[in-house]
């Protein structure tokens, strides 16, 4: 500990900022008690490409910001707030039509529960989300969780059909059917070959946490679809 205390001092601030670029393209992300999860450093590949980033909550918002050219669903707890995002019909609406509209929309994880028609939770439970995506999830008791090297299937708002990209899962629910264009696929540990997510037009929801820095166009293909 020591030794781990002493490197750490020798490293100084430099005092440099990271400097934005006018944006280019309005971008809303989903960011409450039900989607918390972004990792920082993608969040400035994004500043850094271009977009002006705009909080909205599924919780409590009518309906999305006004003027935007794509909207991002990150990670969090869908399954803890069930019930009131699904009380939320105006916003699930909004999403949906949004989706429908052409505009980019990606989701990670629990973005991808909340696109889907439905999420059944531990109880039992049915609550309605938004039918964005033609998927159901269930939530089980047995937790997914690993890094991964995927490649895309399809083309999406983030990486072309082909593109190799690196991130993690971790999560507790599941599909209840396969999906009909699944996003990317994986071999895990052992070798078994998994195809998941969600991708079609401009709409892309994955269980996948990307690492937007192991691929830097992913950040600057998504603002360019949205400006």
């Known amino acids: 500990m020591d030794a781990l205390l002493a490197c750490t001092a020798m490293a100084a ?11 280019v393209a309005r971008i809303g992300y989903a960011l409450d008690e039900a ?36 909207v991002i669903f990150g990670g969090g707890y869908p399954e803890a707030h069930a019930a009131q995002l699904a009380a939320n019909a105006s916003m699930r609406s909004a999403v949906r039509d949004f989706a429908a509209s052409g505009r980019p929309v990606v989701a990670e994880c629990g973005g991808l529960m909340y696109l889907g028609r439905s999420l059944l939770d531990l109880a039992g439970e049915r609550h309605e989300m938004c039918g964005a995506v033609p998927v159901d999830t269930q939530m089980q008791p047995r937790l997914s969780l690993g890094y991964r090297e995927a490649e895309a299937l399809t083309d999406s708002p983030l990486v072309p059909a082909g593109t190799q990209v690196r991130g993690h899962e971790f999560h507790y629910s599941q599909p209840l059917t396969p999906s009909p264009c699944p996003a990317y696929r994986w071999t895990l540990p052992g070798g078994t070959e998994v195809t998941e997510g969600y991708a079609s037009g401009q709409v892309l929801a994955s269980y996948l946490h990307l690492h937007y820095g192991a691929a830097p166009e992913v950040a600057r293909r998504l603002v360019q679809a949205c400006r």
């Open 13 to 23: 601030p430099s005092g440099e900022s990271l400097h934005f670029p006018t944006p």
């Open 35 to 70: 989607f918390s999860f972004y990792y920082p450093d993608a969040l400035d590949e994004l500043r850094l490409q271009g977009a002006e980033l705009i909080p909205f909550s599924p919780l409590r918002d009518a309906g999305l910001p006004d003027g935007l050219g794509g």
